[in-house]
């Protein structure tokens, strides 16, 4: 039996509540279709510091920007600098914020020196998340960003996907580096960087944005946040943001999320990353080194997890 949903309003109301301004503010715009000049818009965007799970991440930031260790920005896993700033980047937040612009000037000074160590040729999903992040929050002209985009075009795979290993092939999971184009301004994408992203979708098209010869349980299953993980949320959130929300070959995936709605009309947080628990990339990811992030409660109705879903369907609804 199919399931009785509430209306749209209801649900859309949840999400406008004055708790999360984070999620008020995308809810305005892109469910609601408001503009950026829209008073309410603008009252919302300038309380995520001050309430909610920005301000939160804020309150333990360190005074010289990072947060955790000065010495590593990167670990321990999911609370060091890069972790924190992936999130601030998601919700909305740019270097008009003294305290972004503190942590990103920081990311960029420590891992971008044109001599000595750098991230540019670092695994594209590092690569791919910098580029994103950085790009939200305002750098996007800023040299070392280019450099960033310049080698997630570099590092496609000949199948048109990307992998954070140095394999020949890229895969499903490998998708840091589209994620970065799609919010990449369209003014901003070159010709070489438009069949990037044509060749990187038809990628996941062609695999439903879920086939990649075995089946993966947390592919199936709904996070936030996702760090570097893939599931069937992150594959239908880039892929229709880069507007391909019409094409036919999405449809086993939005079955798969359709059918995670609860009835109360909102969907779940079914985990929290790492997913399963020891699971990790790359050498000397010990458990120890492991601290999960989580803004919500597994297993109940999340706010940022039903506004990307609803994201999701607003887009196939106005692309078909």
Known sequence: MEKTLPTKESVTSWLLGEDQPAVRYHALLDLQGRADVDPEVRRAYAAIPKRGWAHEILRKQKSQGHWESPGDLYRPK????????????????????????????????????????????????????????????????????????????????????????????????????????????KSKRTRRIKRSIERGAEFYLARRLLESGEKYAPWFRLHYPIHYYYDVLVGLDVITKLGYGDDKRLGKALGVLKAKRLSDGRWPLERIHPDPPNYAWGPGNLRHTIRPLALEMKGKPSKWITLTALRVLRRVEDAS
Request: proline fraction near 3%.
């Open 78 to 185: 999911y609370t060091a600098t890069n972790w924190m700033a992936l999130v601030l980047s998601d919700l909305g937040l740019t270097k008009a914020n003294p305290r972004v612009r503190k942590a990103a000037d920081l990311l960029l000074n420590t891992w971008m020196k044109e001599d000595g160590e750098n991230i540019f040729h670092d695994e594209v999903c590092i690569v791919g998340n910098t580029a994103r992040m950085l790009t939200r929050f305002g750098y996007g002209d800023d040299p070392r960003v280019v450099k960033l985009f310049d080698r997630l075009l570099e590092d496609q795979r000949e199948n048109g996907g990307w992998h954070c290993r140095e394999t020949g092939n890229g895969v499903l999971d490998g998708w840091e580096a589209l994620a970065a184009f799609a919010v990449l301004p």
